[in-house]
């Protein structure tokens, strides 16, 4: 009988005479108290698995001694730095000690290989840990967060420190390269292909004939769909073998790498200023210093031909259609439930298509996929906007819900603020890192001189001062926001009509739960029923029964909406 985690024991190299060897043969019994996780990392696929299967074998030996047997092994490539990363096979190990109870202590070999993002995450998972009488136990810095959890804690700071000097290095060394005119990796437009050891594009026989022909239709102004559908029709396909999409041929014209320019991508942030790990689409060409975009390599289209292919683009693009506005160089929102509401047949989100909103999966992956559910745009909008005013008139004044649509609504009214919030936030981090740094050189001489009395308290009521200051920034900057505009039907309406569609779409996300709101199948074609019948909302909360029906009274004051529209 095989354990659970053989297949990951295998995946590291694992021969079976070693696996009985070490101990990992046969599946382990014992108390929670007898037994041990094993959590292994590595960061990137092309490191070494003959370093991870040394670290395995010494914390089977360790765990040996101690009497404790491993009964499972989670194994993962995963970054430990970046915030936007899950890792899974991490949140098993600790959810088998922390939720199910399963054993009582996790081993890791090094600090760096638990996290990489400092005591803010470590100390949670500490704190979990300790409410089950369990631990963490790092085999290399024999460090036992029962009795070492400051030294836990500042050995997680150290790792987070590291990290940050490697991704300064690395973005240097990356700006760097595309100040030189090199491709920096990634995946290369259609046509184009890397030259391995050169840091250059060049075509791709296979697909630049294609991607030339498409440049050419575009210049000879015809449309996207049209090039996808004469594609389809002759049998061509994707590079990953897939049919041609109108969006799909869209996405190479404003890609300035299609015309073999290095690209200067905008990062994509969450609404917390925290990198995705994602780039917006396009970017713009890097300029030298003469003004001239810097090359790449080859490309299929020029820098003219690129700039003349979004130009006929932008000509022919709809003004404050269903899909916005893309005269303007960046879309404009134009439609209030994109993203917000769901198919009820398949779950996929419902996008404006014309006059209705309509399931994404059935628009662009066909029937077999989903029948599609679809309604009026204009009938849709004007109900959810009713609901939405009969709900938030229904809630009570101490409603959790006002205060996020309070804070929703300050970060849409004001971004400058909420920058400001996450840029003290990330100072105050910081600073409490500096602060346990210099803890750690004073009271374990870990620095490149010893810290004298008087330099330590001097060092350390200046590291104070700051903090208090960051805090009283911070305490300033979340103070809670007026709710008397949500309490007044009057103020609530104005606030509304003011807001645009954008202000609009970030007022109703944040009285509805993830779930959004979901649009059920209707009961057959012409059978009409009212809007609200085919609508399930999730709000965060429900409404107080005490204000009445609250679709009735939002339905008077979102009137004053269509007047305004005339």
Known sequence: MHRDDYPALRALG??????????????????PAELAEMYVRRSKKKDSLSALREQVRRMCTHARSEGKKIRHVWFE??????????????????????????????????????SRRGMGQVGLLLDNFEEQAARIYVVAENIDSTNSRMILAFLSEQAREQVADLGQFTKLGMDAHKADGKWTGGVTPYGLRAVKGEGRLEHNPEEYPTARRIADYLLDRKTPQWIAATLNEEGKKTRHGKNWQGTGIIALVHAVTWAGLVAQRERMLDKNGRWTGKYHRGGTPLFDKNGNPIACGEGVITFAEHVKIKEILASRAQKRGPVGDRTRGKREISNLLAGIMNCGRCGAKEVSSGPAYRCYARTNEGAHICEGVSIGRERVEE????????????????????????????????PEKEARKVQVTAALESAVGREMKLKKEYFLGTGARPLSEADYEYLRQELDAQIDSLKAELAELSKEADLSPL??????????????????????????????????PSQGRGYRVPPLDRLEFHWREASDPATGPAFEAGARYADKTRERNG
């Open 77 to 114: 490539q995963r970054s430990a730095s970046k915030a936007y990363v899950r890792r899974e096979e991490f949140e098993n190990a600790t959810a088998a000690i922390a939720e199910a109870g399963l054993s009582k202590t996790l081993y890791v070999f090094k600090t760096s290989r638990l």
């Open 383 to 414: 109900t959810v906007t009713q609901a939405w005013f009969g709900h938030i008139l229904s809630l009570s004044p101490d409603s959790a819900t006002l205060h996020e649509i309070a804070r929703e609504w300050l970060a849409y009214k004001d």
């Open 487 to 520: 309490m007044d039907p009057e103020a609530l309406t104005a606030l509304w009509n003011g807001a645009g569609i954008a202000g609009q779409r970030a007022l109703l996300r944040a009285a509805l739960t993830d779930k959004g709101i979901v649009l059920k």
């Open 14 to 31: 694992f021969e079976d005479d070693e696996l009985k060897e070490i101990g990992l043969w046969t599946p382990a019994a014992g108390t």
